[in-house]
């Protein structure tokens, strides 16, 4: 099988959801790890304790389905939270389920993120346009509904 030409690979790049997704996701994460870091946070450990809050020591599959990641990549991400006593894991009666709570530190943390948050989601709104973002999230909310789990 041949490789094909460079002009028809750099239309794949050019075109590739995929690729232009991740590279957008990573601009605007590296934004908002900028402007979280006085809060000792990066972006993913501020989403993931504002979901739990915002669920109420949701189970692990519902928080993993909530951020959009599988149940091993969840556990793995809660542990430097964990080990930094910001959250703590629950296990109900027979160990079968556990939820992800909060603990006193880790609301802490999230009331200290949350003003550096809306710094960064202004900075970005600025940046990309407020008019523009909501239209970009509501085809964004289309392509998680319309591409189904792998």
Do not use: H
């Not at 997704?21 to 870091?37: C, F, I, K, M, S």
């Not at 909060?102 to 960064?120: C, D, N, Y």
């Amino acid at each position: 099988m041949a490789i094909p030409d460079r002009a028809a690979l750099q239309q794949a790049v050019r075109i590739c959801a995929c690729f232009n997704l991740r590279r957008a996701a990573r601009a605007v994460t590296r934004l908002y790890d900028e402007v979280l870091a006085p809060g000792g946070l990066r972006s993913t450990q501020f989403v993931a304790l504002v979901a739990i809050q915002a669920e109420g020591s949701p189970p692990l599959p519902r928080l993993a389905r909530t951020l959009g990641v599988d149940r091993s990549t969840l556990t793995r991400n809660l542990q430097p939270l964990v080990r930094r006593g910001l959250i703590e894991m629950e296990v109900a009666k027979g160990g079968r389920i556990a939820r992800a709570k909060l603990t006193t530190r880790g609301e802490s943390a999230l009331e200290r993120s949350l003003p550096l948050w809306r710094e960064a989601q202004g900075r970005f709104e600025d940046r990309v346009g407020a008019d523009a973002w909501r239209s970009l999230l509501e085809r964004l909310s289309s392509v998680v509904t319309s591409v189904p789990d792998a």
